[in-house]
């Protein structure tokens, strides 16, 4: 395990249903993220969100609504989500906005169909 | 426009033979390098990264990469392959955009290791 944690690990949703996806991580990072993996496209990066604060909405569809209680948990609320947003969906963390000393540390994804 | 491009979807080598994977990059300033390896069904695993200092990088699992600064370029090779090392490799990039860091990434690229 890289220290983020990341739940349920795989996701069947209708295009009705509504879910959240968790990411939780222990490493005493102050900034997390929420990367798209589609299958042959570069890592998309969807949200970011530093000290708590969300600094990046990568022109998200409001199906996508992300959450940050507190700097060692991020949601991913999911609301009818069209066939299209079925992937990998990769949270990270690292300990600090410039991603700096290691990069980022990521979870082992959430592979979401939507049916 | 900052980018980073890996121009190979996939790479096969036989086992004990050296490997190339192979990344360039367009940014602005001075680039904060990193490659990270995707096994199947996990997140992306810190491989190696370039700041600053020797051109030559070591990092885990006996890979290392070459920055190259006038061919924009920092390819990740590793003398001898082994079969486990199959997986998907991401090369990435720092980039500053709207006054915060991110971490961009390249579309992956498969290599297949065969015996």
């Known amino acids: 395990e890289t220290g983020v944690t990341q739940t349920p690990r795989h996701l069947v949703m209708g295009m009705t249903n509504k879910k959240s996806l968790k990411c939780e991580q222990h490493?005493?990072?102050?900034?997390m993220y929420w990367y798209k993996q589609s299958a042959k496209k570069p890592l998309e990066l969807m949200f970011v969100?530093?000290?708590?604060?969300?600094?990046e909405n990568n022109s998200v569809p409001s199906r996508f609504s992300p959450e940050c209680p507190n700097s060692s948990h991020l949601f991913l609320h999911l609301h009818t989500l069209q066939p299209e947003d079925s992937a990998l969906y990769l949270c990270?963390?690292?300990?600090?906005?410039?991603?700096?000393?290691?990069?980022?540390?990521f979870g082992s994804g959430t592979r979401l169909t939507v049916v | 426009a900052q980018s980073v491009a890996q121009p190979e979807d996939q790479v096969n080598v036989a086992e004990g033979n050296p490997l190339t994977v192979k990344c360039t990059y367009s940014?602005?300033?001075?680039?904060?390098l990193f490659w990270y390896v995707q096994y199947p069904n996990r997140g992306l695993q810190f491989l190696l990264k370039y700041i600053t200092g020797d051109n030559l990088v070591k990092g885990s699992y006996g890979f290392e990469a070459e920055f190259n600064k006038s061919q924009t370029s920092f390819h990740l090779k590793k003398p001898s392959a082994l079969v486990s090392d199959s997986a998907l490799y991401f090369c990435a990039v720092r980039v500053l955009m709207d006054s915060s860091y991110k971490l961009i990434f390249g579309s992956g690229t498969r290599l297949l290791v065969r015996p």
């Open positions: 969100y530093n000290f708590k604060e969300q600094t």
């Open positions: 490493l005493g990072h102050n900034a």
């Open positions: 940014v602005s300033g001075n680039p904060y």
């Open positions: 990270a963390s690292s300990q600090d906005g410039t991603g700096q000393t290691y990069g980022y540390t």
